[in-house]
C-alpha cells in the first residue's frame, strides 16, 4: 500500500484525507500537525512515505522548502503536494493552487501513476471485505447507513451495524477502548459507505469556523467525489464532460430569453449548491442512460440535458429542491407560499418552457411529469404507463 504523510491538524479533514485517498488512491495517509513533526516522522520512517502534503498558508510556515530541503540533504526523492504554494522548478514539487482538496487526490493519483483500471486489478486481491479505520467515524452523526457494518474478530465477520440502521456512536467510542483498528465492508459497497460518510463530515464542516473559501472547496470537494464515483461506477469521464458541456450549451440558448434569464442566473450563480449540482449530476447520469438506448440519439441525449438543467428551474431554494414526496412536503418546515411552489414546480416550469420556442420538442411534457403526474401538480406514488418515457 502506498504512503502519505499529510500536514494536517483537522481531525474532520484527516478523516476526509484518510477515506478517499484509501478508496480512490489505495495510499494509507499518516497525519502530523507542523513541519517540525514532519520532518521527524521521515527520520523515523521505516515504511517509506511516498508523498508529503503541506499547506503553508494554512500552517503559516515555509513547510514545502523546509521539506524539500530535508529531502535533498537526506538524498531521498521525495514527491511533495504544496496546496496553495508557490510554484517551484523542481519536479518533486507540485503546487496545487489555493485549497483545492479534490484536486490533492487527483494529484496524488497521479504522482503513484494509479488509474482506475489498476484500481481495479488492485481490487481482485482484495476478497470480499474492504477495510475502514474505526478511527474515521468516531463523531460521524449518520442516521441511516448506507451499508452493513462488520467487525472482524476470530476470523469471523460479525455484523455490527445493518444497512438503515443509526451509527452507534457509544459502541464505536467503546471499541476504541478496546484497541480495535478497522471495522469492514462489503468491497462493493465501499464507495456508496466512503461517499455518505464523506458527506456527512463535510455537513458537519459547513459551519461557521470556515471561511468563505474553505466551503466552496469543500462543496466542490463532495460534488467532484460523487463524479468520481459515477466514473468508477462505469461512466466515463468524456460522457460526464459532454453532458456538462450540453448543459452549458443548453444554458447560453435560454438566456436569450428575458422570462428565464434572472432564474438561470439565481440557478448558476452558486456552482456549489444542491440545485446546480443536482441539475448538471441528473444529465450526466441521463445522457449516460441515454446512450445505451439503441433509440439513444444526439438530439435525445441534448434533450435530457436540457431537462435536467430545466426541471427545477422555479425552484427558489435548495431545501425546497430536495422534497420529492408528498410526505416530505407535509412535514417540511418552509412556509405555505413555498409549499405551494414546490407542489407546482413541475407545472410552472413546464408553462415557461411552453413560451420558449428553441426549447426541444417534448420537454415542456417531460418535465411536466418528472414527478410522476400528468398535471405537473405533486409527487406521485405509483407510475402510470401514460407518462412520456423520458419523464
Known amino acids: 500500500m502506498f504512503k502519505v504523510l499529510m500536514i494536517e491538524s483537522d481531525e474532520n479533514f484527516q478523516k476526509i484525507f484518510s477515506l478517499n485517498l484509501n478508496a480512490f488512491v489505495g495510499a494509507e495517509t499518516f497525519f502530523v500537525s507542523s513541519t517540525e513533526d514532519a520532518i521527524i516522522f521521515l527520520e523515523n520512517d521505516e515504511q517509506g512515505i511516498d508523498v508529503v502534503i503541506t499547506n503553508d498558508k494554512k500552517t503559516k510556515s515555509n513547510s514545502t522548502l523546509d521539506i524539500f530541503n530535508y529531502s535533498q540533504e537526506s538524498k531521498s526523492s521525495i514527491n511533495i503536494i504544496s496546496i496553495g504554494g508557490d510554484s517551484s522548478d523542481s519536479d518533486n514539487i507540485h503546487t496545487i493552487k489555493d485549497e483545492d482538496w479534490k484536486e490533492v487526490i487527483r494529484q496524488t493519483a497521479k504522482i503513484l501513476e494509479v488509474t482506475s483500471s489498476k484500481m481495479m486489478e488492485k481490487d481482485k486481491d482484495l476478497g470480499e471485505m474492504f477495510p475502514i479505520l474505526l478511527s474515521n467515524l468516531y463523531d460521524v452523526e ?155 440519439s444526439k438530439e435525445q441525449k441534448d434533450k435530457v440535458c436540457f431537462i435536467s438543467l430545466f426541471h427545477d428551474i422555479t425552484l427558489e431554494t435548495d431545501e425546497q429542491a430536495k422534497i420529492c414526496t408528498n410526505k416530505e412536503l407535509k412535514s417540511s418546515s418552509i412556509t405555505a407560499k413555498e409549499k405551494k411552489l414546490v407542489e407546482q414546480h413541475a407545472l410552472k416550469a413546464s408553462l415557461l418552457l411552453k413560451s420558449i420556442p428553441k426549447a426541444p420538442y417534448g420537454a415542456d411534457s417531460i418535465v411536466l411529469q418528472h414527478h410522476g403526474m400528468l398535471n405537473g401538480i405533486g409527487f406521485t406514488k405509483e407510475l402510470n404507463s401514460s407518462l412520456s418515457p423520458l419523464a
Not at 422570462?259 to 448558476?268: C, G, T, V
Open 142 to 296: 449518520v442516521e441511516e447507513s448506507a451499508t452493513d457494518v462488520f467487525l472482524l474478530e476470530d476470523n469471523e465477520y460479525e455484523t455490527i451495524i445493518e444497512a438503515g440502521e443509526e451509527f452507534p456512536i457509544i459502541l464505536l467510542k467503546s471499541m476504541k477502548i478496546d484497541e480495535v483498528k478497522y471495522l469492514y465492508i462489503r468491497k462493493a459497497d465501499r464507495l456508496k459507505f466512503i461517499n455518505q460518510i464523506t458527506k456527512n463530515i463535510l455537513l458537519k464542516l459547513g459551519s461557521k469556523d470556515l471561511n468563505k473559501e474553505q466551503k466552496v472547496s469543500i462543496g466542490q470537494f463532495g460534488f467532484d467525489t460523487f463524479k468520481d464515483i459515477l466514473s468508477m461506477a462505469g461512466m466515463t469521464e468524456q460522457a460526464i464532460k459532454l453532458a456538462e458541456k450540453s448543459v452549458e450549451n443548453m444554458s447560453n440558448i435560454l438566456e436569450e430569453f428575458d422570462e428565464i434569464e434572472a432564474l438561470l442566473k439565481s440557478l448558476k450563480q452558486n456552482s456549489n449548491s444542491y440545485r446546480y449540482q443536482h441539475s448538471v449530476l441528473t444529465a450526466a447520469v441521463s445522457y449516460d442512460i441515454v446512450s445505451k438506448i439503441d433509440w439513444g
